[in-house]
């Protein structure tokens, strides 16, 4: 695997800061509601599918997160839309807006990472 850069190592723990904030955000908003156990599903497992595949790294996993992302950022334009003055709204806002954001900056600065080591050990391996 390669070494992240140093740019590229703070988006890593930014994406997983705030992805952890996001989550916590989604569990604090169904909890206050009482919501039933299927509504719990609904919001948080999708958020933690993907979990495992970003943590060993898989670029993929980071671009279908950023899609599964975009289903949250229209409830929470919603949420904010109806309650303007409820922190918890404001917070899930601005927390799936730097999610996103991380998360496609990641994965631009890493494939390049990643493409340039490729052609490298490609142009060492054709040198020999």
């Not at 952890?20 to 599903?41: H, L, S, T």
């Not at 917070?91 to 990472?113: K, N, Q």
Request: aromatic share 14%.
């Amino acid at each position: 695997m390669t070494e992240r850069s140093r740019k590229v190592q703070a988006l890593w723990c930014l994406l997983w800061v705030v992805w952890v904030i996001y989550v916590g955000q989604q569990i604090f908003d169904v909890a206050r509601f009482n919501a039933p156990w299927p509504v719990w599903i609904i919001r948080i497992i999708p958020l933690l599918l993907f979990m495992p595949s970003v943590a060993r790294d898989n670029l993929r996993a980071v671009i279908w997160l950023c899609f599964v992302v975009l289903f949250y950022f229209i409830s929470s334009v919603e949420l904010v839309f109806a309650q303007p003055s409820d922190p918890v709204a404001v917070i899930g806002i601005i927390a799936v807006v730097f999610l996103f954001s991380s998360a496609t900056l990641y994965i631009g600065l890493r494939g390049r990472e990643l493409k340039s080591t490729a052609v490298k050990s490609q142009n060492k391996e054709g040198s020999r």
